[in-house]
């Protein structure tokens, strides 16, 4: 059975996290969480050298601990139990990942940064080490999930996007819609007639999406699926300009896929994706 118990939600003293903390604790009442982890890397390497004199008489990892539970206890507005973590570690992405794997983490919660490129703890490397669901949120997004999109290539891989999908349906009642982009191969074209190219290709994924949509049985009861062209545009781009179009609260995908025609593999579309400045949180299901 799907269960999210234990969310880890990843803090850097940045305006940011406020608007992680309340998300963490919307989706800890709404998933019914057992206990919520924040975790802050201060990194104290990076400045020990300019000011040995000065660190040498506070006990820095007490001082943000404090500051960090404060600003938790302020924004957490959750009866779940919640605990502050505070490293000083030179790798931030092993370390949230040694938490991951200590505590039984099954979501980790990350800032979308990728506007002030090299800060935070957002990163790609996180998406490769994790074992558990990531979730990056952008700043100042509320705490709601009305509207799902999942963005699917009907590989089996994508399937456990619509198992998580119908966990959210069910506790939080969001609306689900799936969503498949498809590049048409024009480096073909000169060979093949655009008009056996084509058709052929769209008949291909109406037949595929129509097995995928059996295999999921119970998973798939109720969701809308669309099948959209990706013209001239990515992948990457289509998916965000259809959430942003039918104003979704959320994407979610998988870490894998194996489509040939529009692929949702890490390093192409999912990488794509969590390294984008978007403007709604993606869910990237492990």
Known sequence: ?????????????????????KYAAYLADSLQAEKVYFVHNIKKYEIIELFEDELAELN???????????TVAHNFKSKVEWEVLISND?????????????YEIQLTLVGNKNK??????MSGKLLHMLKCHILSVPKNIAPEI??????????NASRKSFVMAN?????VGCKVKAMHIYNVPLQFSPYLPKENLIPT?????????KKFIKRLKEYGDGIEFEIVPGRSSSVPENLIHQCLKEKFDMLMISDKGGNTFSSLVIGNVTDELFNEDLEFPLWVCK
Do not use: W
Not at 60 to 70: A, K
């Open 201 to 209: 290709i769209e008949k291909h994924i109406e037949e595929k999406s």
């Open 1 to 21: 059975m799907q269960t999210i118990n234990n969310i880890l939600v990843a803090l850097d003293l940045s305006d940011i996290d406020e608007t992680l903390i």
């Open 116 to 121: 002030v490129k090299g800060t935070g703890v």
């Open 60 to 70: 820095l990892e007490e001082m943000i601990g404090d500051e960090l539970n404060e």
């Open 90 to 102: 030179p790798y931030t992405e092993s370390l949230i990942n040694y938490i991951v794997n200590k």
């Open 146 to 155: 009305t509207k799902l999109c999942i963005g699917t290539d009907f590989s």
């Open 167 to 171: 966990f959210l349906r069910k506790n």
